[in-house]
């Protein structure tokens, strides 16, 4: 489980599970459990889509629930969040930022196999997940799936805050900021990456052990557990592009760059006058 958290496993970074599987969970879980190594676990780091979609249906197996239900029981409920979701009512539609026209970018990347594959959606991906494997999973999976606005995100993300949290106990908020990959080229800890990996795109001002994590479709959080900031950027760069989509890794290290520094400014005392 640590491996899969840390994206230390060995599983590649993405396949079309969709195309053989149609989405069916068992299935899901069987071709992933087949899907042959790209390297010995625990030597490489190497983000996988796969092990956070492995993770969300073991997750499911062992408490005989639903990842949607689950979240909702356990996190969106308790804490309050009428504004965070999978899978939203059309009512939340025009509150949302469209994704893609289509599913040209993964078309592009199944390439001889996109011709055979009948389920391609053709319209414009507004209110539902974006991630095609997600998409097929009914909408909720370990790896995509999840709405919410920044006030909502940011609540849910001091929950990783061992000062703030109201859910978490403080050895599990550790685990956070621990970095798990000693001697890899990528700096992480459970299910987050660290700003001490070179070029994170946390920017210059963010501690080494502060964490983050991005989303596919233009969005980001960084956690500073030193400072107990967060920083939320959400955007939709994917829409409306055709592929390659814009890369904003830059502006994602600037944003959070800038904010650090206007907040470190505001945090200094006032000169009396």
Known sequence: LRQL?????????????????????????ETIAAEPLEYSPGTQVLYSDLGFITLGLLLERVTGN???????????????????????????QTEMAACELGNAYEREMCRADAERFQGWREQLIWGEVHDGNAHFLGGAAGHAGLFSDARETLRLANQFLAGRT????????????????????????????????????????????????????????????????????????????TPPFANINSTRRRFHTLAAAALDELSKPKARS
């Not at 958290?5 to 879980?29: F, K, N, V």
């Open 166 to 241: 109201e859910l978490l106990q403080p050895q599990t908020c550790a685990l956070f900021r621990t970095n798990l990959t000693e001697g890899l080229a990528e700096a992480r800890s459970f299910a987050w990456q660290l700003a001490a990996t070179k070029d994170s795109t946390a920017g210059t001002s963010l501690p080494p052990d502060s964490f983050g994590h991005l989303g596919f479709t233009g969005t980001s959080c960084w956690i500073d557990p030193n400072g107990e900031r967060t920083y939320i950027l959400l955007t939709n760069r994917t829409h409306a592009r």
């Open 5 to 29: 958290a840390s994206h230390t496993s060995g599983l590649p970074a993405w396949r079309p599970l969709y195309l053989t599987t149609g989405g069916e969970r068992a299935r899901t879980l």
């Open 66 to 92: 639903s990842l949607a239900s689950l979240a909702r029981e356990q996190l969106f409920e308790p804490l309050n969040l009428g504004r965070t979701f999978f899978n939203p009512a059309q009512a939340w």
